[in-house]
Structures are given as structure tokens and as C-alpha cells.
């Protein structure tokens, strides 16, 4: 391989997997200088998105499980730091990084490819000034702002007046903080719009993990159902994390207006839900971010022998071949939906909670850590070893 020359070394780095890819690294300097390298690592990155490679669902249940997409096989429990106690939730998946609910105010980063984990500052919690008031639901969302190649989480925390449970904290303000991974800083964001208030419904935000943001188009998604201050309608309620504004998306025409709505993305398009007294599900995507005439239905499915109830549905991904969508439904169950025939088929893989909540998550070597600060730490560390070794040649 030493006389190969690095272009062609790079292009064949850029189709092989990940897992290899690391293997690699330690082999000689150059190979090491090629992986590590930005470019290099958003090549391979796009080149995955392109050929639909490296991807993997995760299972959100009582523990983290992950699947090969290809496969289709098994469920595997991933290992990341603290992962020995329960509750760790992950509430976004973006380019190969995970982002973990650790507690409400112990969130972190971690990419299970090259296994980096970061934890991000702690930003405490401030309730409205003058008000007897406590936090109450939180929403979240993660993604990646393409204008600046910035990663942020987003952390939007509803407030109650008292201990009642019934009290959806309706008269307050929210607030709203966003991290960015390049400052390594949070932000509170001090112009929310006014229906913002009426954002929090018990029994339907707590189900089905919906208070976290679906990211497709550069935007954060969740969904504000209708509520009697506003109006007999669903919203959709995005949070743009290039301008980091607050903004209403339109909805599909419906033919049938009395649905649950739910959001999903699909390759990065933006996916609408809509379910219909559980008896039949369409899913609307989205070819043109913001252009409600681009809304186009692309799965309708309906209850059935082998589904008898339809409570919950979420499409995850197309095939490699395009003509089918693999679905989760009911948050219990996988199944491919035949785009051509309009019938869906089973899956089932071993070793998956008995509920869980799926997500599609693309193996990549971004990296979460400061380069720099890690090209200290290695320098530390080779200095260390250096003075190590001096100190046994000296006792000799």
C-alpha cells in the first residue's frame, strides 16, 4: 500500500466503512493524517447519505440498542460512558452523533462510531422573575446549522404555577436556550412567539416521545395540536437553527380534517403524520421545504389482520432500491411499506425491547471533540510516555 498513490488510497477510503476506516488509522501517519482531516470526513459522510451506507436504526427503550440497516437482524445494547444505569435517553440523531438526556440538565454528545463522547456545560434552569413558579415538561431538539457548520441543541422548558398536575403552565412564557458546539456556549433565545405558551399537552406530548424535535430541512420540528385559545387546527412548529427564529410550517390539504397529526423526516425531508381515529394512517412528505404545494402523500396504510390497531407511525427510511419505506409502528413493531403494491410486510429483529422508540442514525467519523484541544491532550500524553521511559533508562 506504501506505493499507491494517496488519491487512489483516498478514493477507496471513502467506500469502506467506518469500523474499517478506524482500523486503518493507527497504520501509518498518512492514513492517520487522511482519516482524521475535515475534508476527508465530510466526503465520506456525504458519499454514506448518497448511497444510503453506514446506516443503522437506534432503539430507545429502557436501554440503547442499535440495528444494521442492511441487516435488519439483531438488536445490539450499545456501550457508551454511564450506560450502566437506566434512563438515558437520546433525543436527536444528526451526521453519526447521538444527543443524550442524561438528566434535565446533564446532556452530552456522543458518536458511537469513533466512540467520543462530550458532555455539554450545565445551564441552569431560570423561571420567569416575580412568579411562584417550578419547570415542568422539557422539549428537545438537535441538529446541525448548514450555514456555519455548527451543531446545536435546543432546550425549550415549560413552567407550571404549583404542584398540580393538571396546570399546563399555559400563562407563562417558555424558555428557550440553544448550545453551540463551536462556543461551546449556551444562549437564551428572548424572541419566542406568543402561541409558544400553548405549546405543552399532557397526554400527547408524553406519548410516543413527541417533545423531541424532528430535524429535516435545518429546522427542528414538533407539533402543537389543537387547543381551544387557538383554534380547532394542528400546528406545526419549527425552530430554524441557522436564524435561530421561531416559525410556522404549513400543513398538507387533508381531505379529512379531523386527524392526529405527527412529524417525521424522511431523508431529510419533512414528514406529516396523519392518523385518523387509528383506523387508517397517510404520510405526507415534503419535496420542497416551506412550499405547501410541494406536499406530496406517500404511504397510506390501514388497520389489518396482522395490524390491528394503528395508534402510532413513523417512517424511517426507503430501501436501497427506493420502492419500499421501512416503518415503525405502534412504537412495538417494524414493517417495510411496498411503495409500488401499497402493502406492508413485517420485520422483526431479535432482541429488541418489547417498546421502544426508533431512530435512523448514519455511521460517520465527525468528530464532537475540539481538534485542537485533543492535539494537546496527545502531545501531553506522548510527553508523559517520553519522561516515563527516560525514568526506567535512568534506574538501569
Not at 437520546?90 to 458532555?119: E, H, M, V, W
Request: hydrophobic fraction near 35%.
Amino acid at each position: 500500500m506504501s506505493k499507491v498513490p494517496m488519491d487512489v488510497v483516498t478514493d477507496i477510503f471513502h467506500r469502506l466503512p467506518v469500523k474499517t476506516l478506524l482500523r486503518f488509522r493507527p497504520l501509518s501517519k498518512p492514513y492517520c493524517s487522511l482519516i482524521d482531516d475535515a475534508d476527508f470526513t465530510n466526503a465520506h459522510l456525504d458519499r454514506s447519505i448518497k448511497t444510503r451506507s453506514n446506516l443503522n436504526i437506534i432503539l430507545k427503550g429502557l436501554h440503547l440498542y442499535s440495528v444494521e440497516f442492511d441487516a435488519l437482524d439483531n438488536a445490539v445494547p450499545i456501550d457508551y460512558p454511564l450506560s450502566s444505569g437506566a434512563g438515558t435517553e437520546a433525543f436527536g440523531s444528526c451526521n453519526g452523533i447521538l444527543a443524550f438526556r442524561l438528566t434535565d440538565k446533564n446532556l452530552a454528545l456522543y458518536n458511537p462510531s469513533t466512540r467520543q463522547f462530550r458532555r455539554l456545560p450545565v445551564s441552569e434552569i431560570d423561571p420567569p422573575p416575580g412568579d411562584s413558579c417550578k419547570s415542568g415538561y422539557i422539549f428537545y431538539g438537535f441538529g446541525q446549522d448548514v450555514k456555519t457548520n455548527d451543531y446545536k441543541v435546543v432546550r425549550m422548558v415549560q413552567f407550571n404555577k404549583s404542584d398540580d398536575e393538571d396546570d399546563e403552565g399555559i400563562f407563562y412564557e417558555y424558555e428557550v436556550k440553544v448550545y453551540s458546539l463551536k462556543n461551546d456556549s449556551w444562549r437564551k433565545i428572548t424572541k419566542l412567539p406568543p402561541y409558544l405558551r400553548f405549546m405543552f399537552q399532557f397526554f400527547y406530548h408524553l406519548l410516543h416521545r413527541r417533545g423531541y424535535g424532528v430535524l429535516a430541512g435545518g429546522v427542528l420540528h414538533w407539533v402543537m395540536p389543537p387547543r381551544i385559545e387557538l383554534g380547532p387546527r394542528n400546528r406545526i412548529v419549527g425552530f430554524d437553527l441557522g436564524n435561530e427564529e421561531f416559525i410556522e410550517v404549513p400543513q398538507p390539504e387533508c381531505a379529512d380534517k379531523n386527524y392526529l397529526l405527527d412529524v417525521a423526516a424522511l431523508e431529510g425531508r419533512l414528514c406529516a403524520v396523519c392518523n385518523y381515529d387509528q383506523e387508517k394512517i397517510d404520510v405526507w412528505t415534503m419535496k420542497e421545504y416551506g412550499v405547501k404545494q410541494s406536499w406530496t402523500k406517500l404511504i397510506s396504510i390501514q388497520r389489518t389482520r396482522t395490524i390491528t390497531t394503528l395508534t402510532f407511525l413513523k417512517p424511517l427510511a426507503y430501501s436501497k432500491q427506493l420502492d419500499k419505506v421501512l416503518v415503525e409502528i405502534n412504537s412495538q413493531k417494524f414493517a417495510w411499506y411496498d411503495l409500488q403494491k401499497k402493502k406492508t410486510r413485517s420485520v422483526k429483529i431479535g432482541g429488541s425491547p418489547g417498546t421502544f422508540g426508533a431512530e435512523v442514525y448514519i455511521g460517520s467519523l465527525i468528530q464532537i471533540e475540539d481538534p485542537k484541544r485533543l492535539e494537546i491532550e496527545r502531545q501531553n500524553e506522548q510527553d508523559e510516555l517520553k519522561n516515563r521511559n527516560r525514568k526506567k533508562r535512568y534506574k538501569w
